[in-house]
């Protein structure tokens, strides 16, 4: 039953995305059709792509034809090129899990431990630090990472091309600085984000029992505070999910990195509504899944803490 | 704003970055290059939106520079351009027309082979030209004036191309465009092709073609041509800088100069490839005023916008498409404050399109202000510019590419073309420019277009400053790229690269 429930929520935030995508896409100025034609287009040129492209329906009709066709797996085709929407999706998305996993692991694996360091000690310059580079923008990061390690010190390409036909598991070196790029504020927002329970759980009295019976520190942080911090993990790691997959959009865009981002990007210039709506569902179900991990975990700590 | 300002951001960037290479070891570029020789791969980048969203029909529409360059060296076409205005023979070795230029026949070279081992013959000419007509919404009808149900194959060697009005420059419009398939083929998944290159693999990004044994034309030298597609013209520029790709086509002034000053690679220019002409429209004031029009041609440092807006890449024009050879009139401020000072203020609208169009229209503003007419500029976002604003407001920049001039011309300068950008009508000039057209001798020919040209820069409503160079940025290895204007770029089969 509860299950049911938590599944039909999820379908429902997934459709109401859906639904805002389609009519802020339909909100902006322009359509495909003007955006194709160019700029010696008649009127007239207009209205025959606009018909070609099958724009020229009431917007809920076409919603409706869209969201029947998604219903059966099929994402429609591209409105610039004419492509199906599913296959570019789906490479584009493997080509951006290169980059967004590593980062979404470094994140959460280097963030904790930091967490667990500043939090135990009230580290006030610390927290400044995390601070700033959290507060960095991406594209200043990427930017400061190309100069140093591509223009001055030659270690790493400055654009990070794949070869042809291959993925960038050929050539991972290109991966280096896209990940660190992002990583960098990631890890710093998860390290501020626990910090705060990290000093909570560190004052309660069953960890200052285990210190003051001699348990080393080490031990204590994995075995004693560790456990306690699972529920606020797994939700930040849940926003971080969908966090990490929008914002290589910059990181793309300054590396040349055929990746989702690149393609959401050149999909709002060109209007290209089912590449659009596509990307929006895959997003909106990645975020889904996560966020229902995350109550999945909390849910099961709590029943374990409860048993006990 | 959120965009322009992640654009700005990116550029502060690129520039930073390129700052750092101006500290390394610069070689001396060009110099003699040599004689050809013959193998290597040329790693070509060219924009394409998304980086390279690949379409696989020649004859729809091609959104992007890569597919242009990629379709070029699969296919055969029947004419390119050459140097000055020139057409060269490619698939069609020869072609005359009848008196009056409404009826061409285009002779084929019997020695063309498609990549299956077909011979190329007329049928798959025609097949080709009807897919294109087919697509003319798609394409912007891209075959001109040619009458394609009219239009009929003549044996295996010969197509008679017959157009709906006297066309003597059809060569010319044809040129670069005209990708012969195959006979009855829709399909374009597997490349058939006649032309220099087949296609090896190809995914979002890149495509990659080995050099096809079986052409007919001079052996290319290169064995292989990835052609990369670039979302971000800055990612373009800094992969040519780093050395990840030998070629960045088309850049921006900009990413050139700076290449060029790092010293590491080499600019190569082909004349006369964009320009942001200013539109007066003839049918709303001021500008319905022919002293009016004067006085703003009069006011203007053109040479001053050169440097400005192109940096130097470029040459001044005299107020009409079609070349520099009209000269503009002689600068006269005083003269031109007489007239304007009394014509009020004007608004200058211009959109973010193209980074030219808002730094020439801001340029164009101070300088008529310095002449008494004051001009507040307006940008736009291009994707309700040239719908809403050009052709509709009295003052507006625009944007032309380097199309033949009758082509621009049946656009939008004739009575009868679908939108006219400065409301030049004039039935006397129809007549002419028809009778010009009719004209199969192309000295004669062009002496008459000039004259005409001649009468719209003095009466007409375009302010057209300068002539944009198209701008190829590469590493000194890189011989024989393509320099004349129009379609020709796309042609790579003669480039080669230095040991």
């Known amino acids: ?308 | 704003m959120l965009e322009m300002s992640r654009r700005t951001a990116v550029g502060a960037v690129f520039l930073l970055a390129l700052g750092g290479c101006a500290t390394g070891g610069a070689t001396q570029p060009g110099g003699d290059p040599g004689t050809p020789v013959d193998g290597g791969t040329l790693r070509y980048g060219a924009v394409a939106a998304g980086g390279g969203t690949a379409v696989t029909d020649p004859h729809g529409s091609l959104f992007n520079e890569s597919d242009w360059v990629r379709m070029g060296a699969l296919y055969d076409v029947l004419t390119v351009p050459g140097d000055n205005g020139a057409v060269l023979p490619r698939l069609a070795s020869s072609w005359t027309s009848e008196e009056d230029a409404t009826r061409w026949r285009f002779e084929l070279r019997t020695d063309a082979v498609f990549s299956d081992g077909k011979p190329v013959r007329a049928a798959d000419v025609l097949h080709s030209l009807r897919r294109i007509a087919a697509k003319a919404v798609q394409n912007g009808g891209r075959l001109g004036t040619v009458d394609i149900d009219k239009s009929t194959a003549d044996g295996d060697h010969a197509v008679v191309l017959r157009t709906t009005q006297p066309d003597a420059d059809l060569p010319r419009t044809l040129a670069g465009v005209t990708f012969v398939v195959p006979d009855g083929v829709e399909g374009f998944e597997n490349p058939v092709g006649s032309g220099p290159f087949t296609l090896s693999t190809m995914d979002g990004q890149t495509a990659v073609l080995a050099r096809n044994d079986k052409w007919w034309g001079k052996r290319p030298h290169l064995d292989r041509l990835e052609i990369r597609g670039f979302a971000d013209p800055q990612a373009l520029a800094a992969a040519a800088t780093s050395g990840e790709v030998d070629v960045a086509a088309n850049v921006n002034p900009a990413a050139a100069k700076t290449a060029e000053r790092t010293g590491n690679l080499v600019v190569s220019r082909r004349p006369g490839a964009t320009t942001y002409p200013m539109l007066m429209r003839l049918d709303k004031a001021p500008f319905d005023r022919p002293e009016v029009r004067r006085a703003v041609k009069l006011a203007v440092d053109r040479q001053a916008l050169v440097d400005g807006v192109l940096l130097g890449y470029g040459t001044i024009g005299g107020d009409v498409p079609g070349g520099p050879d009209v000269p503009p009139p002689a600068r006269d401020i005083a003269e031109a404050r007489h007239v304007l000072s009394s014509a009020g203020g004007v608004v200058l609208h211009t959109t973010t399109a193209y980074p030219g169009m808002v730094s020439a229209a801001t340029l164009l503003a101070t300088q008529l202000g310095e002449a008494g007419l004051k001009v507040e500029v307006r940008q736009h976002p291009p994707e309700t510019y040239w719908t809403q604003v050009y052709t509709v407001e009295p003052l507006a920049m625009g944007y032309y590419t380097d199309v033949p001039f009758p082509v621009w011309v049946r656009q939008t300068a004739l009575s009868t073309s679908a939108f006219n950008e400065t409301g030049w009508k004039n039935a006397d000039f129809d007549a002419e420019f028809a009778a010009a057209m009719a004209v199969v001798d192309q000295g004669q020919r062009e002496a008459q277009l000039k004259k005409l040209r001649e009468r719209m820069a003095a009466d007409g409503g375009w302010l057209v400053w300068g002539f944009g160079d198209g701008l190829d940025v590469s590493s000194p290895a890189v011989q024989g790229l393509p320099t004349s204007t129009g379609f020709a770029r796309i042609f790579l089969d003669g480039v080669w690269l230095r040991r």
């Open chain 1, 1 to 308: 039953m509860a299950a049911a429930l938590t599944v039909g929520r999820a379908a429902l935030t997934l459709f109401l995305v859906c639904l805002l995508v389609f009519l802020i896409t339909t909100a902006l100025p322009g359509d495909a059709a003007v955006i194709a034609a160019g700029q010696h287009a008649t009127p007239e040129r207009i209205a025959e792509l606009r018909a070609a492209l099958g724009l020229d329906q009431p917007v809920w009709t076409r919603f409706a034809g869209w969201l029947a066709g998604a219903a059966r797996g099929d994402l429609g085709v591209s409105l610039v090129d004419g492509r199906p929407v599913a296959p570019l999706l789906w490479s584009r998305f493997t080509a951006t899990l290169f980059i967004a996993v590593p980062v979404w692991v470094l994140a959460l694996g280097v963030g904790t431990p930091v967490a667990m360091l500043l939090g135990w000690r009230a580290d006030r310059a610390g927290s400044a630090l995390l601070a700033a580079i959290a507060g960095l923008p991406e594209v200043v990061l990427a930017g400061g990472l190309v100069v140093v390690f591509a223009t001055w010190l030659g270690w790493l390409p400055a654009v990070s091309l794949v070869p042809a036909g291959g993925t960038a598991a050929d050539r991972p070196e290109v991966l280096v600085l896209p990940v660190l790029a992002l990583a960098l504020p990631a890890t710093a927002w998860i390290a501020r984000l626990l910090r705060g329970p990290v000093s909570d759980v560190v004052g309660r009295p069953f960890v200052t029992d285990a210190l003051l019976r001699g348990v080393p520190v080490p031990v204590v942080a994995v075995r004693h505070v560790l456990p306690h911090l699972v529920p606020p993990l797994a939700q930040a790691g849940a926003v971080l999910a969908g966090g990490v997959l929008t914002a290589t959009t910059v990181v793309e865009a300054v590396f040349a990195y055929p990746g989702m981002g690149q393609l959401l990007a050149t999909a709002v210039g060109t209007r290209d509504s089912p590449v659009l709506q596509g990307l929006a569902a895959l997003v909106a179900v990645v975020v889904l899944i996560a966020v229902l991990a995350a109550d999945a975990v909390a849910a099961v700590l709590a029943g374990r803490a409860g048993a006990r």
